[in-house]
């Protein structure tokens, strides 16, 4: 009787043991698959340099998205494929290949050389389709030419900035033309 009771006890343990096992369930590894260290990416157009992007480090995952967690700098090329004319950096970005899109995050300073202004915002987007940079936060474009500080929130523009339409402007601006 006794033997039988140890028995069944250790039947018992023994049993629940594998159910514990059994119940665990596994989650899939979300993190990253590979891991790049001083990135260059070159995106051109028929043998025609048209951006070249560079950071210290980049992560791939399984969708293959990737983030840039540390300085990302972008240099955007002229008609030619030769001449840099506008240049951007920022904290950190990443890549949503799902809707193929570049994001670059925190402290975004884009520099247009031709026309001497400067864009900052927190938040910039690019989809090399459309070849359209964008973002709906606030910016501010200041132009060494003019001495105007234009702000707003939301921004579209071509990829390499040579023309940009901010969506809701405020401020203070210059506007030539006749008076009333």
């Keep these: 009787m006794f033997r039988s009771a140890v028995l069944l006890t250790a039947i018992a343990v023994c049993g629940a043991c594998e159910e514990n096992k059994a119940s665990k369930k596994y989650e899939a590894y979300k993190g990253p698959i590979e891991e790049i260290n001083n990135v260059q990416m070159l995106y051109s157009e028929g043998a025609l340099m048209k951006v070249r992007m560079t950071t210290p480090r980049q992560l ?3 969708n293959e998205d990737r983030k840039y967690p540390q300085e ?33 995050l925190g402290n975004v300073v884009v520099v247009n050389k031709e026309k001497q202004e400067t864009l900052e915002t927190d938040v910039l987007n690019w ?20 001495g105007e500080r234009l702000k707003g929130i939301g ?26």
């Design 60 to 62: 791939r995952y399984l």
């Design 155 to 180: 921004l579209d523009a071509n990829q390499d900035f040579s023309r940009y339409a901010i969506r809701k402007p405020t401020g203070v601006f210059n506007v030539e033309g006749t008076p009333f």
């Design 127 to 146: 989809n090399p389709n459309t070849k359209k940079v964008f973002t709906d936060r606030p910016v501010t474009i200041t132009s060494k030419l003019t």
């Design 72 to 104: 990302v700098h972008i240099d955007f090329y002229g008609p030619t494929g030769t001449d840099v004319v506008t240049t951007l950096r920022s904290d950190s970005g990443r890549y949503d290949k799902a809707k193929d899109l570049y994001t670059v």
